[in-house]
């Protein structure tokens, strides 16, 4: 079965850490672009980090550049966002997706991925 699952959320006082794990099963990330999602109450998905198949160029939202950062493990089959200096406004949902069916690159667009996980809650509250 192609499943993703995410793990790793919590409950973080602003200016903490959390990193997040995305395990893939029935299919290899080194073949897809895989990427990180976010979606809290009343606002739209908005796309955190990407990473292509291809050279693993990487992108990242304006609101996360240089506090989070997406990695791979090939071995595992599984992916990561480490969260640094954590915001209230990080809060959300956050699910890992990838594009299998039809592959692309990086892309920070949530339509050109075919598969997802079922997220996993972060919350930055004091």
């Known amino acids: 079965q192609v499943q993703l699952v995410e793990s790793g959320g919590g409950l973080v006082q602003p200016g903490g850490s959390l990193r997040l794990s995305c395990t893939a099963s029935?299919?290899?990330?080194?073949?897809?672009?895989i990427g990180w999602f976010r979606q809290a109450p009343g606002r739209e998905r908005e796309g955190v980090s990407c990473?292509?198949?291809?050279?693993?160029?990487?992108d990242y939202a304006d609101a996360v550049k240089g506090r989070f950062t997406i990695t791979k493990d090939r071995f595992e089959n599984r992916m990561y966002l480490e969260m640094f200096s954590l915001r209230p406004e990080d809060t959300a949902v956050y699910s890992c997706?990838?594009?299998?069916?039809?592959?692309?690159?990086?892309?920070?667009?949530?339509?050109?991925?075919?598969?997802w996980g079922q997220g996993t809650q972060v919350t930055v509250s004091s």
């Open positions: 990473i292509s198949s291809s050279d693993d160029a990487t």
């Open positions: 029935g299919f290899s990330l080194d073949d897809v672009a």
């Open positions: 997706a990838a594009a299998l069916i039809n592959p692309v690159v990086c892309t920070l667009t949530s339509s050109d991925y075919d598969y």
